[in-house]
């Protein structure tokens, strides 16, 4: 995290969500839980409070459809609404099998989601690469949406 916003180029936050596990089947209340969490560090860490003021808003019943995705933001702003779907990975081998998987997956989401551009992240936790090649960015075009890749 502090990597990744050293650079001023990205804002980065970590969050807990072992919170929404505990609610299992009840989506509102885990989705809650996690809302709860990303407010909270936004604030601590990002001096951002637009989460925390604005949490009542951002589970309303048409944002369940995105339960279905890794992680799907909606970010209300005076311009409009702008929605971010976004699929997590881990890489355990390949990270081309990966990227494969990976765009399949967010490919599904999106169109649950009425959405054509996506993020697909990929994180690399082997602790024998360094972090200047495990971070990379790129975009591809995949049934017709576009797909930014990131590397972490």
Request: with cysteine.
């Amino acid at each position: 995290m502090a990597y990744l916003n050293k650079q001023d180029k990205f804002k980065c936050l970590y969050i807990n969500i072992e919170g929404a596990q505990a609610a299992r089947e009840n989506v509102r209340q885990g989705m809650n839980a996690i809302i709860q969490e990303l407010a909270s560090r936004a604030k601590i860490y990002l001096h951002d409070d637009y989460l925390e003021k604005n949490i009542p808003n951002l589970l309303d019943e048409s944002s369940y459809i995105s339960a279905f995705t890794d992680l799907m933001i909606i970010w209300h702003y005076p311009q409009g609404i702008q929605k971010e779907v976004i699929e997590l990975k881990v890489l355990y081998s390949n990270l081309e099998k990966t990227i494969s998987k990976g765009l399949e997956q967010i490919d599904e989401y999106l169109d649950r989601c009425a959405q054509n551009v996506g993020h697909l992240v990929i994180f690399d936790r082997r602790v024998s690469v360094t972090w200047d090649e495990k971070i990379f960015c790129k975009q591809k075009m995949y049934n017709n949406k576009s797909i930014t890749i990131w590397g972490m």
